[in-house]
């Protein structure tokens, strides 16, 4: 069953533009199926044939001579040849469209994209189902903690009970868990899915001989996510040196496994945290590899207030994608230990972001939030995302959220 991705239309309007399309993205996100959807005349190719991929690295030219635009290239990242000649081609031709493709992690990708084609192409990037594109809603703009983007959403989000949004948070956005019915693929999914990525991604790329050693890596890192990035203590508990963390991060986040958020900056705010956090962008990838059950045992559970927060920040930066941007999402901390889990920088503001495990947070602003505003930076409305059913402003510049609302 195909769930409408709302990615589809800025990526048909670029491609009217632009001679070549890159949409990038984690394993199994539906990047192949969206673009086959929308453009079911396309040739169709995937180097994830070891014959092709073999034409494709030894005769670049010869392989665009076999399959002619428009074409779709699957999982190109394995012949970053095909980039000088695709290239050629699009400049000779001068049509827009031509060349849609796709890959599944970043390693040398995009550095060998944008230094083949600049100019060229246009840059997507995928992640699991939405909530909104999971629900069949209308396109929903990027989400900022505004009255008014508020007061819009509240005409069309569902309301949802902390059990509901604990089984979402548990069962993962991949769409093949989404589509299954009762869960009863889940777990032999996601084995599937870190088996498959750690031969395929993690051997063959980063040339990683201990997989073991990768995993209990992975399995530790799922077990932090929305913390600080501790370094030694992750060399510690993994037994490996600190080089080895940072270059395994580096490959998470590469693959589209985890993301980065830094730390928010800013020269008239002394004592700032310079250390980035980091979340994982598929909750139920992450509740798998930390070993939850089911999601009654996720929700009182010792990680159920972080779990929460990284399905809040994946899916705000699934509504910046949806939308073809790139999010500007930072955190706030301070030597005195004040903390805004999220700023949202948007236009000449930021916008404050809580996340509480709660059904009635506290009308009081929060000491961070509170702090912030009286700098003198310039400080748009806040929003603490909650567990309430519907909306309700709780001060001045200040509104409870629903989760359902992102």
């Given at each position: 069953?195909?769930?409408?991705?709302?990615?589809?239309?800025?990526?048909?309007?670029?491609?009217?533009?632009?001679?070549?399309?890159?949409?990038?993205?984690?394993?199994?996100?539906?990047?192949?199926?969206?673009?086959?959807?929308?453009?079911?005349?396309?040739?169709?190719?995937?180097?994830?044939?070891?014959?092709?991929?073999?034409?494709?690295?030894?005769?670049?030219?010869?392989?665009?001579?076999?399959?002619?635009?428009?074409?779709?290239?699957?999982?190109?990242?394995?012949?970053?040849?095909?980039?000088?000649?695709?290239?050629?081609?699009?400049?000779?031709?001068?049509?827009?469209?031509?060349?849609?493709?796709?890959?599944?992690?970043?390693?040398?990708?995009m550095k060998n994209v944008t230094e083949s084609m600049a100019g060229r192409v246009a840059i997507f990037n995928l992640l699991g189902l939405s909530l909104a594109?999971?629900?069949?809603?209308?396109?929903?703009?990027?989400?900022?903690?505004?009255?008014?983007?508020?007061?819009?959403?509240?005409?069309?989000?569902?309301?949802?009970?902390?059990?509901?949004?604990?089984?979402?948070?548990?069962?993962?956005?991949?769409?093949?868990?989404?589509?299954?019915?009762?869960?009863?693929?889940?777990?032999?999914?996601?084995?599937?899915?870190?088996?498959?990525?750690?031969?395929?991604?993690?051997?063959?790329?980063m040339q990683i001989s201990e997989q073991d050693v990768f995993l209990r890596f992975m399995q530790i890192a799922a077990a932090r996510t929305g913390q600080i990035i501790n370094y030694a203590d992750f060399a510690r508990d993994v037994g490996v040196t600190i080089p080895t963390i940072k270059s395994w991060i580096?490959?998470?986040?590469?693959?589209?496994?985890?993301?980065?958020?830094?730390?928010?900056?800013?020269?008239?705010?002394?004592?700032?945290?310079?250390?980035?956090?980091?979340?994982?962008?598929?909750?139920?990838?992450?509740?798998?590899?930390?070993?939850?059950?089911?999601?009654?045992?996720?929700?009182?559970?010792?990680?159920?207030?972080?779990?929460?927060?990284?399905?809040?920040?994946?899916?705000?930066?699934?509504?910046?994608?949806?939308?073809?941007?790139?999010?500007?999402?930072?955190?706030?901390?301070?030597?005195?230990?004040?903390?805004?889990?999220?700023?949202?920088?948007?236009?000449?503001?930021?916008?404050?972001?809580?996340?509480?495990?709660?059904?009635?947070?506290?009308?009081?602003?929060?000491?961070?939030?509170?702090?912030?505003?009286?700098?003198?930076?310039?400080?748009?409305?806040?929003?603490?995302?909650?567990?309430?059913?519907?909306?309700?402003?709780?001060?001045?510049?200040?509104?409870?959220?629903?989760?359902?609302?992102?």
């Open positions: 069953m195909y769930i409408h991705r709302s990615l589809g239309d800025s990526i048909l309007k670029a491609s009217g533009s632009f001679p070549v399309i890159m949409l990038t993205g984690p394993r199994q996100v539906g990047k192949t199926t969206l673009l086959r959807e929308i453009d079911k005349k396309r040739n169709y190719v995937t180097l994830d044939n070891l014959d092709d991929r073999s034409l494709a690295k030894s005769d670049p030219a010869g392989f665009l001579q076999r399959y002619t635009s428009p074409l779709l290239i699957d999982e190109v990242q394995y012949a970053p040849e095909l980039f000088s000649y695709i290239k050629i081609v699009a400049d000779k031709e001068k049509q827009p469209g031509m060349f849609w493709l796709t890959g599944s992690q970043q390693f040398e990708l594109e999971e629900l069949g809603q209308p396109e929903s703009l990027p989400f900022v903690p505004k009255l008014d983007y508020v007061e819009q959403k509240s005409k069309t989000a569902p309301k949802f009970t902390m059990p509901q949004i604990y089984h979402k948070i548990w069962r993962g956005s991949y769409p093949f868990i989404v589509t299954d019915q009762d869960d009863k693929n889940r777990d032999q999914f996601y084995q599937s899915y870190i088996s498959t990525y750690i031969q395929r991604d993690i051997r063959d790329f580096t490959a998470l986040r590469a693959s589209g496994i985890v993301y980065i958020l830094q730390p928010y900056f800013n020269n008239r705010i002394k004592r700032l945290v310079k250390t980035p956090k980091f979340y994982f962008l598929d909750t139920g990838l992450c509740s798998y590899l930390s070993g939850w059950p089911n999601p009654d045992v996720l929700e009182r559970g010792a990680m159920s207030g972080a779990i929460l927060e990284t399905y809040v920040l994946s899916e705000i930066i699934k509504s910046y994608y949806n939308n073809a941007k790139q999010p500007r999402l930072f955190y706030y901390r301070d030597k005195d230990q004040s903390e805004i889990d999220l700023l949202i920088e948007s236009g000449e503001y930021i916008y404050p972001v809580e996340v509480k495990k709660t059904a009635t947070p506290s009308r009081l602003p929060t000491k961070s939030i509170a702090k912030l505003q009286k700098s003198d930076l310039s400080v748009g409305d806040a929003g603490v995302i909650c567990l309430r059913e519907d909306f309700i402003p709780l001060s001045r510049g200040i509104t409870a959220i629903p989760v359902g609302y992102i």
